[in-house]
C-alpha cells in the first residue's frame, strides 16, 4: 500500500485560494447591486425633480386663477363683460337686408403616402 503524503503547504494553499475566489465573487456580486442601486437612485432624484417642478408649476397657475388680473381677464373674453365706462358694440343688420353668408373653405386634400398609392394602383378595382 503506498500512502500519499499530505502536504500541509498544498492544503492551505489551495483552501486559501477557494476563499479568495468566494471573496472576489461576493464582491462582484455587492459592486452590481451597488450599481443597480445607484441607477435607482439617479432614476428617483430625476422623478422628484420634474415633481417639484410640476408642483411649482401648479402653484403659479393656483396663485394667477386666484388674482383679479386673471377674473379680469376670464370676465372680458369668455364671459362677454364689460366694465363702468365702456361701450359695447353690438352689430345689428339692417331691416330686411338678407343675412350675411359666410362660405366656409373647401378642405385641402390630404396627400397620399407612397405605400397607398401602390397599393391603390395594384389592388383598387
Known amino acids: 500500500m503506498s500512502t500519499v503524503p ?10 486559501g485560494i477557494v476563499i479568495l475566489v468566494f471573496i472576489v465573487l461576493e464582491f462582484n456580486r455587492r459592486l452590481e447591486e451597488l450599481k443597480l442601486l445607484s441607477d435607482q437612485t439617479d432614476l428617483i432624484r430625476v422623478q422628484a425633480t ?23 381677464e376670464w370676465a372680458r373674453t369668455d364671459g362677454h363683460y364689460i366694465r363702468d365706462g365702456d361701450l359695447p358694440v353690438v352689430p345689428v343688420g339692417a331691416p330686411g337686408a ?17 405605400w ?3 397599393l391603390s394602383l395594384f389592388f383598387d378595382e
Open 50 to 72: 420634474q415633481a417639484i417642478q410640476t408642483q411649482f408649476a401648479l402653484q403659479t397657475e393656483v396663485a394667477y386663477a386666484n388674482s383679479t388680473a386673471s377674473v379680469e
Open 6 to 15: 499530505i502536504n500541509v503547504r498544498r492544503m492551505l494553499v489551495t483552501i
Open 98 to 114: 338678407a343675412p350675411i353668408e359666410v362660405n366656409t373653405p373647401a378642405p385641402f386634400p390630404t396627400p397620399m403616402q407612397n
Open 116 to 118: 397607398e398609392v401602390w
